[in-house]
């Protein structure tokens, strides 16, 4: 069969996600994207924590893990990668983050209330507390910039009346490959095409039954001179469970197959950046990947 032509269909789109079919390529090459995505593009997260104090009930230790999985919105293109052995951020580097809260008594609450909410002052500690502070001079490098986490609700600890966190946080360039909180997508998958074909015509109570087997809108049925007949409408949405083949009368007038260049990709960000970004990303570091293999060919060759 000759091979077919390279080509990547958006099919959805939303803030987050993307749906998208590569058609003509290897499994090799479609496993390759995945890779990069999961291990090899960049994003910027908390790396260090600085405790100044710490009273609340959770470790130190748990704090500073919990502070490094919260997705920072900070496109990771602006910055270098810290050299090893750097102790100190600079402006080029690194972003630096405080999270400075207190709990406090409300003078002001009912006597019998037993709500937190209602008691306390800043119980609850959110991702939203974290404030940027500008190194260097990033304040001026980066006048228009909104560096904060993506999430405002993501709960680090509970307080109690005079505990209190106060940690600063400096955040590097890093890739999944070294820890999975550089990873910035939440799930980046791939399945083949699924490919039913009827082998015969499947008429009346069998269309019926053949219609339940599948998901919703995988087998329609269609009124031909007075018959119910069914017909595949859309394959793609089949999730391939084999429930066909539990009736006797369906299992072999159906085949299930894969198409075996089809690729149907989702990828869904954790909102650093795009999921279409993120893509163009990987796309980049494969080509990065291929050239330097080439360059060494070269090299090889030279001598």
Request: glycine residues 4%; contains cysteine; charged residues 25%.
């Amino acid at each position: 069969r000759l091979p077919q032509a390279f080509r990547v269909d958006v099919i959805r789109e939303e803030e987050d996600t993307l749906e998208f079919d590569m058609v003509g390529i290897d499994a090799a090459i479609a496993n390759a994207f995945r890779r990069i995505l999961l291990a090899e593009v960049p994003t910027m997260a908390v790396e260090k924590v600085f405790v100044y104090n710490n009273t609340s009930i959770v470790q130190d230790e748990i704090l500073a893990h919990r502070l490094g999985l919260i997705p920072i919105r900070a496109d990771p293109r602006l910055f270098e990668y810290r050299n090893q052995g750097d102790q100190e951020g600079t402006e080029i580097d690194t972003l630096q983050f405080q999270l400075k809260i207190k709990c406090k008594r409300n003078p002001q609450a009912a006597k019998e209330s037993s709500d937190p909410d209602e008691l306390y002052f800043n119980h609850k500690v959110y991702s939203k507390h974290m404030t940027w502070v500008p190194l260097g001079n990033q304040s001026d490098l980066f006048p228009d910039a909104d560096f904060r986490p993506v999430h405002d609700d993501i709960l680090i600890a509970l307080l109690r009346p005079g505990q209190e966190i106060d940690v600063l946080m400096h955040c590097v360039k890093g890739i999944g490959k070294d820890h999975a909180k550089f990873s910035p997508v939440a799930t980046a998958s791939y399945r083949l095409l699924p490919d039913i074909t009827l082998l015969q015509p499947i008429e009346d109570e069998a269309a019926e039954t053949l219609q339940k087997c599948f998901s919703p809108g995988v087998i329609e049925i269609q009124n031909i001179n007075g018959k119910k007949v069914a017909r595949v409408a859309n394959a793609r949405l089949d999730t391939f469970s084999r429930e066909v083949f539990r009736h006797e009368g369906l299992k072999n007038l159906v085949r299930l197959a894969r198409v075996r260049n089809h690729y149907i990709f989702s990828v869904e960000s954790t909102g650093i950046l795009p999921p279409d970004v993120l893509v163009s990303e990987a796309i980049k570091i494969l080509m990065g990947k291929c050239q330097r293999f080439l360059n060494e060919l070269d090299s090889v060759s030279m001598e």
